[in-house]
């Protein structure tokens, strides 16, 4: 494709130590039919592993750059989605180093946000099917995006209820103008992974455009492998305790992203998105995310009556929410 005045498109990768699957992803770049591309390869790796992997592809268009002290996940991710241009693009979004693009993924987008005068777009993703740790899967039938949202433009008020059962959306989906209004950076916000996404949610100012159309393969996370022996299975208890307590802080934050979405919707408004999406056509999402927005509105201190749930359910939910939000600390700092 000619690219013409469409403008460079960025893509940022942020990496630690997946060198097969790192490579995939960027051998998926190579095979774009949009051209006019720069990416910039971001290793969190001290030893710097993806230098070679990037030397390797021996494409001009792929720049390399070594973080000088480890970010972590959350903060390798959070570095690349930086709002201004790394390199002097028109366009961004992230490519994680798991995940992998379908040849008119620039194209495809770059044609949404223009053919939609739009500077956000979330496009859609297959997901990954995870057979061998490390190691490529294959597409499943499943999608991101479908069971949260139509196709179409969305203010970002319009797309918070989707905050009340899930993430929202995954970094993958994002696709957006570096002049856009919406600062996606969470800064120190959180350490958690689960919770990056809903606080990016929460910092959107642009209408967005959702694309159903999926043009990425995004891959959960991979399987772990089982331990046998003494000193592993000892090692495999206090992994078991901290990510316990890992998921304790992680609940709470979520409770708090969510109180968030809720202040700003209202409870009005929540009703009304149930009731528009729960038309014959949507039984699953009757049967299921009603269930879970009812929960999550009972974690947040609102008594809101959604099914058939009896009243020892509602005062149990009630109270280990205020228990959550007023008793177990958290680092979360609230979005603006």
């Known amino acids: 494709m000619s690219h013409g005045s469409s403008g460079l498109c960025e893509i940022r990768v942020p990496t630690f130590r997946r060198p097969k699957l790192l490579r995939r992803a960027l051998l998926s770049i190579l095979e774009q039919t949009y051209s006019h591309w720069r990416c910039v390869v971001l290793d969190d790796c001290p030893d710097g592993s993806a230098r070679s992997i990037v030397e390797a592809i021996q494409d001009h268009r792929i720049d390399y750059l070594q973080n000088p002290q480890r970010l972590g996940a959350v903060g390798n991710i959070d570095k690349s989605f930086c709002r201004g241009p790394m390199v002097g693009g028109?366009?961004?979004?992230?490519?994680?180093?798991?995940?992998?693009?379908?040849?008119?993924?620039?194209?495809?987008?770059i044609g949404i946000l223009s053919g939609n005068n739009a500077r956000v777009a979330f496009c859609n993703q297959y997901c990954e099917m995870v057979d061998v740790p490390g190691e490529p899967g294959r597409i499943g039938n499943e999608k991101t995006l479908n069971w949260m949202y139509e196709e179409g433009i969305y203010s970002p008020d319009e797309l918070l209820p989707a905050l009340l059962f899930s993430h929202g959306f995954s970094n993958g989906a994002a696709f957006w103008r570096t002049d856009c209004l919406s600062d996606?950076?969470?800064?120190?916000?959180?350490?958690?992974?689960?919770?990056?996404?809903?606080?990016?949610?929460?910092?959107?100012?642009?209408?967005?455009?959702?694309?159903?159309?999926?043009t990425s393969v995004w891959r959960p996370r991979d399987p772990q492998k089982s331990c046998t022996s003494g000193k592993q299975l000892r090692a495999s208890f206090w992994r078991f305790?901290?990510?316990?307590?890992?998921?304790?802080?992680?609940?709470?934050?979520?409770?708090?992203?969510?109180?968030?979405?809720?202040?700003?919707?209202?409870?009005?408004?929540?009703?009304?998105?149930?009731?528009?999406?729960?038309?014959?056509?949507?039984?699953?999402?009757?049967?299921?995310?009603?269930?879970?927005?009812?929960?999550?509105?009972?974690?947040?201190?609102?008594?809101?009556?959604?099914?058939?749930?009896?009243?020892?359910?509602?005062?149990?939910?009630?109270?280990m929410g205020r228990i959550a939000r007023y008793l177990i600390p958290t680092r979360l700092i609230p979005s603006p």
């Open 184 to 214: 996606l950076q969470i800064g120190g916000s959180t350490r958690r992974p689960e919770i990056q996404e809903s606080l990016r949610l929460l910092r959107l100012k642009d209408p967005v455009y959702v694309s159903l159309e999926p």
């Open 90 to 109: 028109t366009y961004a979004f992230v490519l994680e180093d798991d995940n992998y693009l379908l040849p008119d993924h620039i194209e495809k987008s």
């Open 241 to 319: 305790a901290s990510n316990g307590i890992g998921r304790v802080m992680a609940e709470k934050e979520e409770i708090n992203c969510r109180c968030t979405a809720l202040r700003r919707l209202g409870e009005e408004r929540v009703l009304n998105y149930i009731a528009r999406n729960t038309i014959p056509d949507f039984l699953t999402f009757r049967n299921d995310r009603v269930a879970r927005i009812e929960r999550t509105m009972l974690l947040c201190g609102y008594n809101t009556k959604l099914t058939s749930r009896s009243q020892v359910d509602r005062l149990s939910w009630l109270l």
